[in-house]
């Protein structure tokens, strides 16, 4: 059974940074596409960044420049670096894995691509 789980959240001030990681039950080397995404109060899930196999990544308009995803196949881990944070940063985020190749990058930010899912770790960005 793939089983994900995510840690490294916390509450933090506006401009501090944060990294989150995902532990993954199995090698990741079988998960082609792995991504990040979050869940605000009120708001619909949203794709931060994502990553494939080959190391393509793409990320969301709001993280460009501010966020970095990595994933380490040996480790069996997916990272996201956050820098400059912002309180509408704040909410739930979410490790998710697919074994789907040739995502567009529309695709690798939708979550009805990814099939497996880790239970979230909450970020808070206090003003």
């Known amino acids: 059974q793939v089983r994900l789980v995510e840690s490294g959240g916390e509450s933090v001030q506006v401009g501090e940074s944060l990294n989150l990681s995902c532990a993954a039950s199995?090698?990741?080397?079988?998960?082609?596409?792995m991504a990040w995404f979050r869940q605000g109060p009120g708001k619909e899930r949203e794709g931060v960044a994502a990553?494939?196999?080959?190391?393509?990544?793409v990320y969301g308009d709001s993280v460009k420049g501010r966020f970095a995803i990595s994933r380490d196949n040996i480790k069996n881990t997916l990272d996201l670096q956050m820098n400059s944070l912002k309180p509408e940063d704040t909410a739930m985020y979410y490790c998710a894995a697919a074994r789907r190749r040739s995502m567009t990058a529309i695709e690798a930010l939708s979550p009805n691509e990814y099939p497996y899912w880790g239970q979230g770790t909450q970020v808070t960005v206090s003003s």
């Open positions: 990553i494939d196999d080959g190391g393509s990544i």
């Open positions: 199995s090698y990741t080397n079988r998960y082609i596409s």
